[in-house]
Protein backbone atom coordinates (compact mmCIF):
# COMPACT_ATOMS: atom_id res chain seq x y z
CA UNK A 1 0.00 0.00 0.00
CA UNK A 2 1.22 3.22 -1.09
CA UNK A 3 1.73 5.43 2.01
CA UNK A 4 3.03 8.77 -0.53
CA UNK A 5 2.97 9.18 -3.82
CA UNK A 6 3.66 12.66 -5.88
CA UNK A 7 2.47 13.18 -9.27
CA UNK A 8 4.02 15.46 -11.67
CA UNK A 9 5.14 17.65 -8.61
CA UNK A 10 6.41 21.03 -9.42
CA UNK A 11 7.77 24.02 -7.55
CA UNK A 12 8.86 26.98 -9.07
CA UNK A 13 10.05 30.03 -7.28
CA UNK A 14 10.86 33.89 -9.15
CA UNK A 15 9.94 34.07 -12.48
CA UNK A 16 11.84 34.74 -16.30
CA UNK A 17 15.73 35.47 -15.63
CA UNK A 18 14.96 34.96 -12.10
CA UNK A 19 13.05 31.56 -12.53
CA UNK A 20 14.35 28.45 -10.22
CA UNK A 21 12.73 24.92 -10.50
CA UNK A 22 13.00 24.06 -7.75
CA UNK A 23 11.12 20.85 -7.88
CA UNK A 24 10.89 20.16 -11.44
CA UNK A 25 7.71 17.54 -12.55
CA UNK A 26 8.51 14.73 -9.76
CA UNK A 27 7.03 10.68 -9.23
CA UNK A 28 8.01 9.39 -6.11
CA UNK A 29 5.93 6.56 -4.40
CA UNK A 30 6.74 4.95 -1.30
CA UNK A 31 4.96 2.03 0.62
CA UNK A 32 4.03 2.05 4.37
CA UNK A 33 7.09 0.53 6.93
CA UNK A 34 9.02 2.00 4.25
CA UNK A 35 12.63 3.66 5.44
CA UNK A 36 13.57 6.19 2.19
CA UNK A 37 16.55 8.36 2.29
CA UNK A 38 16.27 11.25 0.00
CA UNK A 39 20.10 12.41 -1.45
CA UNK A 40 21.30 15.50 -3.37
CA UNK A 41 23.32 18.14 -3.24
CA UNK A 42 23.01 21.04 -1.50
CA UNK A 43 20.40 22.84 -3.59
CA UNK A 44 19.04 20.26 -5.61
CA UNK A 45 15.43 20.81 -3.94
CA UNK A 46 15.39 18.26 -1.35
CA UNK A 47 13.82 20.76 1.69
CA UNK A 48 11.88 21.76 -1.06
CA UNK A 49 10.30 18.44 -1.69
CA UNK A 50 10.19 17.52 1.71
CA UNK A 51 7.80 20.47 2.43
CA UNK A 52 5.57 20.00 -0.11
CA UNK A 53 4.89 15.81 0.86
CA UNK A 54 4.78 16.91 4.79
CA UNK A 55 2.07 20.38 3.34
CA UNK A 56 4.13 22.37 5.04
CA UNK A 57 4.10 24.47 1.64
CA UNK A 58 2.04 23.67 -1.65
CA UNK A 59 2.72 23.06 -5.53
CA UNK A 60 3.40 24.88 -7.90
CA UNK A 61 1.45 22.09 -9.41
CA UNK A 62 1.25 18.46 -9.43
CA UNK A 63 -0.47 16.45 -6.70
CA UNK A 64 0.53 14.99 -3.58
CA UNK A 65 -1.41 11.89 -1.70
CA UNK A 66 -1.06 10.88 1.80
CA UNK A 67 -2.49 7.89 2.48
CA UNK A 68 -4.61 7.65 -0.92
CA UNK A 69 -5.74 12.24 0.51
CA UNK A 70 -5.02 14.75 -2.12
CA UNK A 71 -3.26 16.54 0.35
CA UNK A 72 -3.30 19.84 -1.49
CA UNK A 73 -7.30 19.44 -1.97
CA UNK A 74 -7.49 20.52 1.63
CA UNK A 75 -7.80 24.21 2.71
CA UNK A 76 -5.28 26.19 4.98
CA UNK A 77 -6.42 25.12 8.25
CA UNK A 78 -7.84 21.22 7.37
CA UNK A 79 -4.29 21.17 5.88
CA UNK A 80 -2.83 21.73 9.50
CA UNK A 81 -5.24 19.21 11.25
CA UNK A 82 -3.96 16.71 8.63
CA UNK A 83 -0.62 17.39 9.21
CA UNK A 84 -0.18 17.23 12.93
CA UNK A 85 -2.63 13.80 12.90
CA UNK A 86 -0.48 11.97 10.00
CA UNK A 87 2.82 13.55 9.76
CA UNK A 88 6.10 13.98 12.82
CA UNK A 89 8.83 16.18 12.14
CA UNK A 90 12.41 15.85 12.42
CA UNK A 91 14.63 19.20 11.91
CA UNK A 92 18.53 19.65 11.66
CA UNK A 93 18.51 21.94 14.77
CA UNK A 94 15.62 19.87 16.96
CA UNK A 95 12.93 22.96 17.24
CA UNK A 96 12.49 21.92 20.79
CA UNK A 97 10.56 24.24 22.87
CA UNK A 98 13.38 25.79 25.40
CA UNK A 99 11.00 26.70 28.55
CA UNK A 100 9.65 22.83 28.10
CA UNK A 101 11.48 19.82 30.32
CA UNK A 102 11.89 16.93 28.13
CA UNK A 103 8.40 15.10 28.92
CA UNK A 104 6.66 18.85 27.78
CA UNK A 105 7.91 18.98 24.67
CA UNK A 106 7.23 15.06 23.88
CA UNK A 107 3.71 15.37 24.72
CA UNK A 108 3.49 18.53 23.40
CA UNK A 109 1.88 17.39 20.12
CA UNK A 110 -0.76 15.27 21.80
CA UNK A 111 -1.82 18.25 23.56
CA UNK A 112 -2.30 20.67 20.41
CA UNK A 113 -3.96 17.72 19.06
CA UNK A 114 -6.71 17.87 21.91
CA UNK A 115 -5.23 14.10 23.07
CA UNK A 116 -4.92 11.98 25.89
CA UNK A 117 -1.48 11.21 26.96
CA UNK A 118 -0.74 7.39 26.60
CA UNK A 119 1.72 7.34 29.76
CA UNK A 120 2.74 3.71 29.01
CA UNK A 121 3.49 4.59 25.28
CA UNK A 122 5.38 7.68 25.90
CA UNK A 123 7.30 5.98 28.82
CA UNK A 124 8.45 2.82 26.21
CA UNK A 125 9.34 5.43 23.58
CA UNK A 126 11.44 7.15 26.09
CA UNK A 127 13.26 4.08 27.41
CA UNK A 128 13.90 2.85 24.16
CA UNK A 129 15.46 6.08 23.23
CA UNK A 130 17.69 6.42 26.45
CA UNK A 131 16.04 9.35 27.98
CA UNK A 132 14.30 8.70 31.50
CA UNK A 133 17.26 9.76 33.34
CA UNK A 134 16.38 13.35 31.18
CA UNK A 135 12.30 13.89 31.85
CA UNK A 136 12.44 16.64 33.58
CA UNK A 137 15.34 18.66 31.90
CA UNK A 138 15.49 21.41 30.01
CA UNK A 139 16.38 20.98 26.37
CA UNK A 140 20.03 23.51 26.65
CA UNK A 141 21.06 21.24 29.47
CA UNK A 142 21.25 18.37 27.03
CA UNK A 143 23.78 17.37 23.99
CA UNK A 144 22.81 17.57 20.80
CA UNK A 145 22.53 13.81 20.17
CA UNK A 146 20.36 14.36 23.45
CA UNK A 147 18.13 17.13 22.01
CA UNK A 148 17.79 14.85 18.49
CA UNK A 149 16.52 11.80 20.60
CA UNK A 150 13.55 14.23 22.21
CA UNK A 151 12.95 15.27 19.01
CA UNK A 152 12.55 11.46 17.53
CA UNK A 153 10.16 10.90 20.60
CA UNK A 154 8.28 13.95 19.70
CA UNK A 155 8.09 13.10 16.48
CA UNK A 156 6.47 9.36 17.11
CA UNK A 157 4.50 10.29 20.06
CA UNK A 158 1.11 10.84 17.81
CA UNK A 159 1.91 7.62 15.79
CA UNK A 160 1.67 9.43 12.66
CA UNK A 161 1.62 7.58 9.35
CA UNK A 162 5.02 8.91 8.28
CA UNK A 163 7.68 10.69 9.54
CA UNK A 164 9.70 13.23 7.85
CA UNK A 165 13.25 14.44 8.75
CA UNK A 166 15.19 16.94 7.39
CA UNK A 167 18.93 16.06 7.55
CA UNK A 168 18.35 15.25 11.48
CA UNK A 169 22.55 14.29 11.99
CA UNK A 170 23.28 17.85 9.90
CA UNK A 171 24.25 19.26 13.60
CA UNK A 172 26.13 16.03 15.02
CA UNK A 173 29.32 14.61 14.99
CA UNK A 174 30.09 10.89 12.99
CA UNK A 175 29.84 9.10 16.27
CA UNK A 176 26.52 10.44 17.46
CA UNK A 177 25.16 10.43 14.01
CA UNK A 178 25.39 6.84 14.43
CA UNK A 179 23.88 6.85 17.24
CA UNK A 180 21.01 8.76 16.67
CA UNK A 181 20.43 6.96 13.13
CA UNK A 182 20.45 3.75 15.09
CA UNK A 183 18.02 4.56 17.40
CA UNK A 184 16.07 6.27 14.66
CA UNK A 185 16.11 3.20 12.53
CA UNK A 186 15.14 0.67 15.61
CA UNK A 187 12.44 2.82 16.66
CA UNK A 188 10.68 2.94 12.84
CA UNK A 189 11.07 -0.23 12.60
CA UNK A 190 9.46 -0.81 16.58
CA UNK A 191 6.61 0.89 15.64
CA UNK A 192 5.98 0.05 12.10
CA UNK A 193 6.93 3.57 10.97
CA UNK A 194 7.30 5.00 7.33
CA UNK A 195 10.31 7.18 7.24
CA UNK A 196 11.32 9.85 4.34
CA UNK A 197 14.74 11.43 5.45
CA UNK A 198 16.89 13.78 3.54
CA UNK A 199 20.63 13.71 3.67
CA UNK A 200 23.64 15.01 1.87
CA UNK A 201 25.60 12.06 3.79
CA UNK A 202 26.15 8.90 1.42
CA UNK A 203 26.70 6.62 4.45
CA UNK A 204 24.04 7.67 6.57
CA UNK A 205 21.77 7.28 2.83
CA UNK A 206 22.81 3.80 2.65
CA UNK A 207 21.12 2.45 6.40
CA UNK A 208 17.90 3.05 4.49
CA UNK A 209 15.66 0.18 2.79
CA UNK A 210 16.13 2.86 -0.56
CA UNK A 211 17.40 5.44 -1.97
CA UNK A 212 16.13 8.12 -3.59
CA UNK A 213 18.66 10.62 -5.72
CA UNK A 214 17.85 13.99 -6.45
CA UNK A 215 19.40 16.42 -9.09
CA UNK A 216 18.18 20.08 -9.96
CA UNK A 217 15.40 19.35 -8.79
CA UNK A 218 14.54 15.92 -10.64
CA UNK A 219 14.83 12.36 -9.73
CA UNK A 220 17.36 10.89 -11.03
CA UNK A 221 16.93 7.68 -9.19
CA UNK A 222 14.72 5.45 -7.02
CA UNK A 223 11.72 7.71 -7.42
CA UNK A 224 9.66 3.81 -7.11
CA UNK A 225 10.15 0.54 -5.65
CA UNK A 226 12.52 -1.67 -8.17
CA UNK A 227 13.38 1.46 -10.15
P1 LIG B 1 18.35 21.61 -0.67
O1 LIG B 1 17.47 21.37 0.51
O2 LIG B 1 18.57 20.38 -1.50
O3 LIG B 1 19.64 22.23 -0.28
P2 LIG B 1 16.35 23.59 -1.40
O4 LIG B 1 15.11 22.80 -1.58
O5 LIG B 1 16.50 24.34 -0.14
O6 LIG B 1 17.61 22.64 -1.65
O7 LIG B 1 16.48 24.62 -2.62
C1 LIG B 1 16.34 24.26 -3.99
C2 LIG B 1 16.47 25.48 -4.87
O8 LIG B 1 15.36 26.34 -4.67
C3 LIG B 1 17.71 26.32 -4.57
O9 LIG B 1 18.19 26.85 -5.80
C4 LIG B 1 17.18 27.41 -3.68
O10 LIG B 1 17.96 28.56 -3.77
C5 LIG B 1 15.79 27.62 -4.24
N1 LIG B 1 14.83 28.10 -3.22
C6 LIG B 1 14.44 27.44 -2.10
N2 LIG B 1 13.53 28.13 -1.40
C7 LIG B 1 13.34 29.29 -2.10
C8 LIG B 1 12.50 30.44 -1.90
N3 LIG B 1 11.68 30.55 -0.85
N4 LIG B 1 12.58 31.43 -2.84
C9 LIG B 1 13.39 31.33 -3.90
N5 LIG B 1 14.18 30.28 -4.16
C10 LIG B 1 14.17 29.27 -3.27
MG1 LIG C 1 17.83 21.56 2.62
Redesign the pocket.
Known amino acids: MSILKTVNLKKY??EGENL?K??DNTNIDIKEGEFVAII??????????LHMIGGLDRSTSGKVFIDGKDIFSLKDEKLAIFRRRKIGFIFQYYNLIPSLNVWENIVLPLGLDGKQVDKNFVNDIVSSLGLESKKEHLPNTLSGGQQQRVAIARALVSRPSMILA?EPTGNLDSKTSDEVMTLLKTMIKKYNQTLVM?T?DEAIAQMADRVIY?ED?KVIRGGVTND
Do not use: Q
Open positions: YGVAIGKSGSGKSTLDIHIG
